[in-house]
């Protein structure tokens, strides 16, 4: 079973950048299907990217296309998501999160989840 710790978050001005990691914790990391998710106070839970298990497939949110990367190092059993150009609609808890499913825009899907990040972007 993969245990998820985060790492990375942090303050930052409008504008900025920071990098979040994600390191998994069991010996199946490779077979999963990652993702990141955020959620500002008062909001959903929502998808901001994925990456397949091999890294051949990504997905972003409109929202962050073009500012944010991510990508995944299966011998180092870690994912990360660079995050540029930093806004105040950025601001929220991020979760690592994966899944032997489909890979899939739903929060629901994923049954592995990390303990969050705050990323709090001031203007």
């Known amino acids: 079973q993969e245990q998820l710790v985060e790492s990375g978050g942090g303050l930052v001005q409008a504008g900025g950048s920071l990098r979040l990691s994600c390191a998994a914790s069991g010996r199946t990391f490779s077979n999963y299907h990652m993702g990141w998710f955020r959620q500002a106070p008062g909001k959903e839970r929502e998808s901001v990217a994925l990456?397949?298990?091999?890294?051949?497939?990504?997905y972003y949110a409109d929202s962050v296309k073009g500012r944010f990367t991510i990508s995944r190092d299966n011998a180092k059993n870690t994912l990360y998501l660079q995050m540029n150009g930093l806004n105040s609609e950025d601001t929220a808890v991020y979760y690592c999160?994966?899944?032997?499913?489909?890979?899939?825009?739903?929060?629901?899907?994923?049954?592995?989840w990390g303990q969050g990040t705050q990323v709090t972007v001031s203007s």
């Open positions: 999160a994966a899944t032997r499913g489909l890979l899939t825009l739903r929060p629901g899907d994923y049954n592995h």
């Open positions: 990456i397949s298990w091999s890294g051949g497939t990504t």
